[in-house]
Every structure is written in C-alpha cells, then in structure tokens.
C-alpha cells in the first residue's frame, strides 16, 4: 500500500487549472490502491460543509471513484478550510483526522499535520486561530447565514493577504523550538502551510515540507511513501 500526501491546493472556480490538475492526479493514482491524506488547504476558502455549490461537483464525483477504486482518502483541516467537516467527507468515504496525526509505516514513525501550528511566531495569526477554531465558534459561525459566511471568508482572505505583506518571511516559517517539540517522539514530521517544500535533517529525524500548488510555475510537490516507509518528495505537473 502506498501513502501520498498533498496539502495547499487553495482549489476555487476562480482556477479552473488548479481544478484540472487535482483531477489528473486522482487519476494518475487512482488503479494503484494508496492512501490519499490531504493535509490542509484544500480549498482556498470553506464557509461549511452545507455549501452546495456546482463547482464542486466534479471533485466530489473524482473523490468517489478514487474511493470506488480501493483508494482510501484522509484529510486535515488547514487555516483555509478549518470548516470542513466530516458530513462533506462522508460523500466519498473520506475521513476527517485530527489536526495532529500519528502513523507508522515500515520501521518508521511519522506525524502528520498542516503546519500553522509550528509557526508560533506569528502571534496575530495565532490569537485568531485560538478564537475561531473554539468549538462554540465554530459552531456558531456554521449556523449563520450562508451569504454571511461567505462574505465573512472573503473579509478573512482579504485580511490574510493585507497582513502577510507586513509580516517578515521568518515570522511566517516555522519556530525551531516547536519543531523539536512536534518531531521528539518521531522518526519523521511530515507537514505544509509554508509553502516552502524542502526536506529539513534534524540530527537523526527528517522534516518535510509539502509544496503549494502553483499556477505560476505549473508544478506542486507532494510525498510519495512506499510500504517500507521509504518516502520520495515528488513534483506533480499541472497541465
């Protein structure tokens, strides 16, 4: 069996070719039996599982039949898509992981997570998650309209944008100590987010860094881990 791991799509119908490449790749793997965890960022905004719009559709329909095939799909919630659910997952016999997970593959323990959680050092960022994930938020926010809640993810998005061109490229990386705290009881700390992909040596433990899906450079890196636990970080071309 063999474990593939993407995060950072930032999937939307303002891009259409982000869309088509997702797509392919389901495709591309979807004869080969793996275990699909996304991890983060999926979409570029979520405002709830309840949201029926027709973009999604396709990605729904590509989903069941990547599951059809033998596949099995995991995902974790990014700072983007922090809304999603289990009910949108049941769709397509997806399951909705914790925010930090744990797996074993060969001799070799891995964590898995989105990565904001490391990047301690971007305080604003963090004040907003420890309020808006809070369960009665959440909760709340979900039971509002959903013109409001879309009109509130652009607010989000906007702010996101505005702030990052005021935060220095430190800030936004990750912090070393919560590294080494996250990597301390693992062989191998496998997270996004940054959208800096890379693979980090930290004495004898491994930290790699899953890229974002760019339009740009036509590319995204992603993980490929056969059933020794041996990992490749492989480039995805997007057509």
Request: glycine share 6%.
């Amino acid at each position: 069996m063999m474990h593939l791991f993407i995060s950072d799509l930032h999937l939307s119908p303002e891009h259409p070719r982000l869309i088509r490449g997702f797509l392919d790749f389901l495709k591309h793997y979807q004869k080969q039996h793996v275990h699909l965890y996304i991890l983060g960022d999926w979409f570029d905004a979520w405002i709830g599982d309840d949201d029926q719009a027709a973009w999604l559709d396709e990605i729904v329909i590509a989903m069941q039949d990547f599951h059809r095939s033998g596949n099995r799909i995991y995902f974790q919630v990014g700072n983007r898509d922090f809304a999603l659910g289990q009910n949108f997952l049941d769709q397509f016999n997806g399951i909705l992981l914790p925010e930090v997970a744990y797996l074993k593959v060969g001799q070799y323990n891995y964590r898995i997570e989105h990565g904001d959680a490391l990047c301690t050092d971007d305080l604003s960022y963090q004040r907003f998650k420890k309020i808006i994930r809070q369960p009665l938020i959440l909760a709340l926010l979900k039971r509002t309209p959903l013109n409001f809640r879309k009109k509130l993810a652009a607010g989000f998005r906007q702010k996101s944008t505005t702030a990052q061109q005021y935060k220095t490229a430190d800030i936004m990386d990750v912090n070393d100590k919560a590294v080494e705290q996250a990597i301390h009881n693992v062989d191998v700390l496998i997270h996004g987010h940054t959208h800096r992909p890379n693979t980090h040596s930290l004495q004898d433990k491994t930290r790699i860094v899953l890229g974002d899906w760019r339009e740009q450079s036509a590319e995204a890196k992603y993980l490929k881990i056969d059933h020794n636990g041996h990992w490749q970080l492989l480039t995805w071309v997007i057509a």
